[in-house]
């Protein structure tokens, strides 16, 4: 068993499979078409493949236990025995058990889902409170590590580190801080350090990203303890402590003060962890795990920068490695699935396994200063630059990005729109059908036409428009049947955009999404919504919402270009959505909704960073919804993050409606609206779409009285936290149907 790091790692690969092939597994056991043996029997395949692919690349230094049926984090917390009582009680097996946790069962909803960190992907917040009686269970990464070496390779297994998990815990009774048994969670990682050490583990990886955001001197100081205490363990193994986007800061230092065996270092987001490394006095008998590969976007590494990083880092300590800036699972699997790219945008492209090879790339470079480098790209071509859009940006004026004064709008809505008190809508989106995605691929392989798609989608629409007239909602939406996604479907019709084939990445749990690239300058060549909502109007008499996706959004949930600021690229993509609004609204669109659910996810790490981050994003939303008349209402959308952190932003987005996902954060965001005095329009979510649960009308009631009680009637908003593609007409009609009632026993009251 060798005790060296090795000289090329990652911090962790996608598990989604090059197919999807977890995704269809994982629903397939939720839906009772296979057993728990066939779900194990795909995922040890996908393991498999992985380090396989990882050993073949002549990476020398292989993660295990970053395998996950649905969140790492919620892995982790089922490691160390944090199961909430209300899930152990069930009386399920421990499969079951973890995905009850994950979706909810009809007695429990299912726990918080939340942003991890700035990315798109959602992670399940651990419900550590008093009785939470933790206890080592090690088995997961024991099996996946027994597995690996089965076939051959030796790799080290991937926890969460024990401040960064009670970090990110919420307590179910309000006034308990996690973070307070972080002595009694280090004693558990003890136990799994030693049980993994048995089984012959060499290295393990803890994750400690919750330190790149700004943390107390008393935060840092537990830190520093933790892992004093975790090196103390005898017969462990080796400890390589990783950090990923963004800089450490002072918890560096705390760190490197530690006898841990290997730090990792962000490069990329994190480029003053250089200069802090520096600072920091010898690294005898260190590893600098040096992350100078992107693993969060998609464009090929600049390799003579990240030499040059390398060559600084290789200066100041005995050993380095280099790695990944963070796990690959934030990016598609393979570029050698995609056949339709323009040329120019394929080569200058790097997915997860071109990545694994730009590591190994540069880990051989710094190490002989030999190896043959790529010759540099050439410039961007031409085409890609649109100076009519820059012109417009150019010529813009503040009040541009200025709409009248709320209570005149408010007054004009309502006279156009004659809304009753605590008005019922949804988000957006109805259920993605077999049926829908069927006709999707048909029409888009050619084995459907124009005039047959149309038809179908149309249909599909009326059969939305009527079950909304139908169970009593107030504002309607026409379901989005003909669309894919919220950010690929406005990606594939802007110009600057392209869109791969299978490049898949995973949200949450089963959900995956195939994020556009921005490449060029963004425009509008033409309408991209108007004609499925002017159809939708036109069968009913309630009005119908426009559905936009917000600049902020369509930019976090893309691969953006970074040769420019993103201020510029989000002004870009405000001013093609504001055209967007105008033909709307000329149309006959009463209702406009622009959802921001990555405002909060966009936010920078550290506090110093965020007024600049706050100005452009609220700017670029003004400027796409500021050109329409009082009398038409803008609606935004936010959900699954910590809202309090960004509460005055959404406030001065200035949107007349924000409908705010609640549920599953037991109504928290309240607190923050009556904090700040907030006067528009707003809907907290009182059902969680992303559990198969039906939620009773009690729990509704009881949802919408505490909303009532901070938020007048005549501006609150009853709604579902998120769309509901993702769900089953059976289950939507049931859960609108109570969400309906308790509306109406809340108005009657």
């Avoid at 899930?87 to 009850?100: Q, V």
């Avoid at 994020?515 to 108007?530: E, H, K, L, N, W």
Wanted: net charge negative; glycine share 8%; hydrophobic share 40%.
């Amino acid at each position: 068993m060798s005790t060296a790091f090795g000289q090329s790692t990652v911090l962790g690969y996608p598990r989604i499979g090059g197919n999807r092939e977890l995704k269809r597994a994982v629903e397939a056991y939720w839906t009772g078409e296979i057993d728990a043996g066939r779900l194990e029997d795909t995922a040890a395949t996908l393991r498999a493949e992985v380090w396989r692919t990882l050993r073949d690349a002549r990476l020398d230094a292989l993660p295990s236990n970053t395998f996950s049926y649905y969140d790492h984090v919620l892995d982790t917390a089922v490691a160390v025995g944090a199961i909430p009582p209300r899930f152990a009680r069930l009386g399920l097996g421990e499969l079951d058990t973890y995905f009850a946790m994950a979706r909810g069962v009809a007695s429990e909803p299912a726990l918080e889902l939340t942003k991890w960190f700035d990315t798109n992907y959602h992670y399940l917040v651990p419900e550590i409170g008093p009785d939470t009686r933790f206890a080592a269970n090690p088995a997961k990464a024991l099996r996946e590590y027994a597995e690996a070496r089965d076939l051959g390779v030796e790799t080290r297994p991937v926890l969460v580190g024990p401040a960064t998990l009670l970090l990110l815990a919420k307590s179910a009774q309000s006034g308990v801080d996690p973070f307070g048994r972080l002595d009694e969670l280090v004693e558990v990682y003890a136990q799994i350090l030693r049980a993994l050490a048995d089984a012959g583990v060499a290295w393990v990886q803890l994750d400690e990203p919750a330190y790149v955001a700004d943390r107390s001197p008393t935060e840092i100081a537990a830190l520093r303890e933790a892992y004093d205490r975790l090196c103390a363990v005898p017969r462990r193994p080796r400890i390589f402590v990783a950090s990923y986007f963004g800089e450490l800061g002072e918890a560096l230092p705390a760190l490197l003060g530690t006898p841990i065996d290997a730090l990792g270092l962000d490069l990329v987001a994190g480029p003053g962890n250089l200069a802090r490394l520096a600072g920091a006095g010898p690294l005898r008998g260190k590893t600098i795990v040096a992350g100078l590969v992107d693993g969060r976007n998609v464009w090929r590494t600049d390799l003579r920068a990240a030499i040059a990083r390398g060559a600084v880092v290789t200066g100041l300590a005995d050993h380095v490695a280099v790695s990944t800036s963070c796990s690959l699972l934030h990016v598609p699997v393979d570029l050698a699935a995609e056949r339709t790219l323009d040329p120019d945008l394929r080569r200058r492209l790097a997915f997860a396994r071109q990545k694994v090879d730009e590591v190994v790339l540069l880990s051989d470079a710094l190490r002989n200063g030999t190896t043959q480098l790529p010759e540099p790209l050439p410039p961007a071509p031409v085409g890609w630059r649109d100076d009519t859009v820059r012109g417009r940006l150019a010529a813009l004026r503040p009040t541009d990005r200025q709409r009248g004064a709320y209570p005149e709008r408010a007054a004009a809505q309502q006279a156009r729109l004659k809304l009753p008190p605590l008005p019922t809508t949804t988000i957006g989106s109805f259920p993605q059908t077999t049926e829908l995605r069927r006709a999707r691929a048909e029409w888009r392989g050619g084995r459907l036409d124009d005039a047959g798609y149309t038809e179908r989608m149309r249909a599909e629409v009326e059969h939305v428009i009527r079950l909304q007239e139908r169970l009593g909602l107030d504002v309607l939406v026409h379901g989005e049947p003909e669309r894919n996604d919220m950010v690929q479907y406005f990606g594939e019709r802007l110009d600057g955009f392209a869109a791969t084939e299978q490049g898949w990445v995973q949200s949450y749990g089963s959900r995956c999404v195939r994020p556009p690239i921005i490449f060029g300058d963004v425009a509008r060549p033409s309408p991209m919504t108007v004609e499925w909502s002017t159809f939708a109007q036109s069968l009913t008499d309630r009005p119908v919402k426009g559905m936009l996706t917000g600049p902020v959004t369509i930019l976090a949930w893309s691969f953006v270009r970074v040769d420019q600021p993103l201020a510029d690229t989000a002004d870009q993509v405000a001013l093609a959505l504001r055209h967007e609004c105008h033909d709307l609204e000329a149309a006959g669109i009463r209702v406009i909704q622009v959802d921001e659910p990555a405002l909060r996810e966009t936010l920078p790490l550290r506090r110093a960073d965020r007024r600049a981050y706050l100005d452009w994003s609220v700017g670029a939303f003004r400027l796409a919804t500021s050109g329409v008349a009082d009398g038409t209402q803008i609606h935004t959308h936010l959900c699954y993050s910590e809202f309090g952190e960004v509460i005055t932003a959404i406030d001065a987005l200035d949107a007349d409606v924000t409908s705010i996902e609640a549920s599953r954060s037991k109504m928290e965001v309240l607190g923050d609206l009556a904090e700040i005095g907030y006067r528009r329009g707003v809907g907290p979510g009182v059902w969680d779409i992303h559990s198969p649960r039906v939620p009773p009308q009690p729990e509704v009631v009881d949802a919408l009285r505490r909303a009532v009680a901070v938020v007048p009637a005549e501006r609150l908003w009853v709604n579902p936290d998120c769309g509901l593609k993702t769900r089953g007409y059976p289950e939507v009609e049931a859960s609108l149907t109570n969400l309906l009632a308790a509306a109406a026993q809340i108005r009657g009251s």
